[in-house]
C-alpha cells in the first residue's frame, strides 16, 4: 500500500516553462488536495477535488490549473511558471469520513529560475 | 475566514524534558477539528495529535498531549520525555466539521530542537 505518491520529488524550471506534478493514491479516497509550502511557511491550499470531475479553488489558485478524471489521480498543471512559484508542492488524501484526517505524499520541490 | 497563529518561530529543549508549543486560532463556527502535523527534515508532513472541539477532553497520544482551551481558542500541544527523533517543524491546523470541506488551514509552524 504506498499512499500518496507524488513525481517528481526536485524539479527546476525556467521561467515561462510549463509542467505537471502528478499525484496519485491507492487507498481509494474522495478528497484530493495540493497544498504549496513557502520557505518558512505553513501550507497553504491551492486546489482540492471532493470526486472524480469535481475541483474547486483553494486559497491560492492562480498560475494553477487540475483535473480529476479518476478517484485515483489528482495532476497539478503550473502554466507560465515564474519565480514566485517556487515552493514545495504536497498532495493530500482524505476519505469521506469527517474525520478530517489528512494523508500526505512527500512532496515536490519546483525551482524557478 | 479561519486562522491559525503559532507565535513562537522556534523553541528548543533539552532532551527528556518537557515542551510546550502554543497555537490560537480564529473561528466563528463551533464544531471544527485541530491538528498538530510534525514536519521532520524529510519534509512528510505526519499527524501527531487530532482533537475534536465538542469534545471537553483533551487528547492524548503516548507522549504528545494537547490543552484545548474552547473559550479562549488556544490549543497547545506538550511533548513530554522529548527525545532526538522529536527534532521537526510543528504545524497546527484548524478544518471545520463538515462533511465536504475536510480543508486544512496551517499555521506557520514552530521549529523545534532537542539538545542532547
Known amino acids: 500500500n504506498a499512499g500518496v505518491t507524488q513525481t517528481p520529488k526536485f524539479r527546476i524550471l525556467k521561467i515561462g516553462q510549463s509542467m505537471t506534478l502528478q499525484c496519485t493514491q491507492d487507498?481509494?479516497?474522495?478528497?484530493m488536495y495540493w497544498y504549496r509550502q513557502d520557505p518558512g511557511m505553513g501550507l497553504k491550499l491551492i486546489y482540492y477535488?471532493?470526486?472524480?470531475?469535481?475541483?474547486d479553488k483553494g486559497e491560492v489558485p492562480n498560475g494553477y490549473n487540475v483535473s480529476r478524471s479518476t478517484t485515483e489521480d489528482f495532476p497539478l498543471r503550473l502554466e507560465l511558471a515564474a519565480p514566485s512559484q517556487t515552493s514545495v508542492y504536497f498532495c493530500a488524501s482524505s476519505v469521506y469520513s469527517g474525520a478530517n484526517v489528512l494523508t500526505f505524499g512527500a512532496g515536490s520541490r519546483l525551482t524557478v529560475l | 475566514a479561519q486562522t491559525v497563529t503559532q507565535s513562537q518561530p522556534e523553541m528548543s529543549v533539552q532532551e527528556a524534558e518537557t515542551v510546550t508549543l502554543s497555537c490560537t486560532y480564529d473561528t466563528s463556527e463551533s464544531d471544527y477539528y485541530l491538528f498538530w502535523y510534525k514536519q521532520p527534515p524529510s519534509r512528510q508532513m505526519i499527524l501527531v495529535i487530532r482533537q475534536e472541539a465538542y469534545k471537553q477532553q483533551n487528547a492524548t497520544e503516548n507522549r504528545f498531549s494537547v490543552n484545548f482551551q474552547k473559550a479562549a481558542k488556544s490549543f497547545s500541544l506538550k511533548i513530554s520525555d522529548s527525545q532526538l527523533g522529536d527534532a521537526a517543524m510543528y504545524f497546527c491546523a484548524y478544518s471545520e466539521d463538515n462533511f465536504g470541506n475536510e480543508k486544512l488551514t496551517f499555521g506557520t509552524g514552530t521549529r523545534l530542537t532537542i539538545i542532547p
Open positions: 477535488s471532493v470526486g472524480a470531475g469535481i475541483t
Open positions: 487507498m481509494n479516497h474522495n478528497y
